[in-house]
């Protein structure tokens, strides 16, 4: 229910924001608008050309005398990590199963509270001889799955164990792939960042 009421309160003020004149907000809306249909304009797209509109309409020409009111600053709001992801809270579809949150279904362990997850885990059968010369691209995929999509990658510690960093967040990961054999990964382990 928090985690609904939440969604809603950042959608508002996503759309409070692009209504303000938010220019990389209304970038970023037209261009996911633009990518995922041809035809009518999207929602988005139609509430940014209106708050394009509304600002036209609302200053005032420059011979009136200036106002004297001052831009309202909201103190910054802190970002919350998204649901499942590291720093972020546990959803619905994981249940308590001693030290850790299991999504069997999935294969995903996760360990933490409810509230803030320190170290998210991607299990593998050995079976499907995965290995990181050859599968990278889709373990690294597994791990941004428990990242916010604005992690990049800031230092390869070695060739299974890699930092990377959410602007977003300001915080940094910790993500290896474990390989118990030395070739074959087994596991794709997402944690927050130790010094």
Do not use: W
Request: proline content about 4%.
């Amino acid at each position: 229910m928090t985690f609904k009421i939440l969604n809603v309160t950042l959608l508002a003020s996503s759309l409070i924001l692009a209504a303000c004149g938010n220019e990389p907000v209304e970038k970023q809306k037209e261009k996911t608008s633009t990518e995922t249909t041809t035809e009518a304009p999207t929602i988005e797209k139609l509430t940014t050309e209106k708050a394009t509109t509304e600002e036209e309409t609302t200053e005032a020409p420059s011979t009136e005398a200036p106002t004297t009111e001052e831009p309202t600053t909201e103190a910054p709001k802190e970002v919350i990590a998204g649901e499942n992801n590291v720093y972020g809270s546990i959803g619905s579809a994981f249940k308590e199963k001693g030290a850790f949150y299991v999504n069997e279904k999935g294969n995903v362990n996760l360990m933490g509270d409810k509230d803030n997850i320190y170290q998210a885990e991607k299990n593998f059968d050995s079976d499907l001889g995965l290995t990181v010369e050859m599968d990278e691209p889709f373990l690294t995929d597994h791990a941004f799955d428990f990242m916010e999509d604005d992690a990049t990658m800031v230092q390869k510690i070695s060739d299974n164990e890699f930092v990377y960093e959410s602007k977003k967040l300001n915080k940094k990961y910790d993500v290896m792939f474990s390989r118990p054999d030395g070739k074959t990964v087994t596991r794709v382990i997402v944690s927050q960042h130790q010094e």
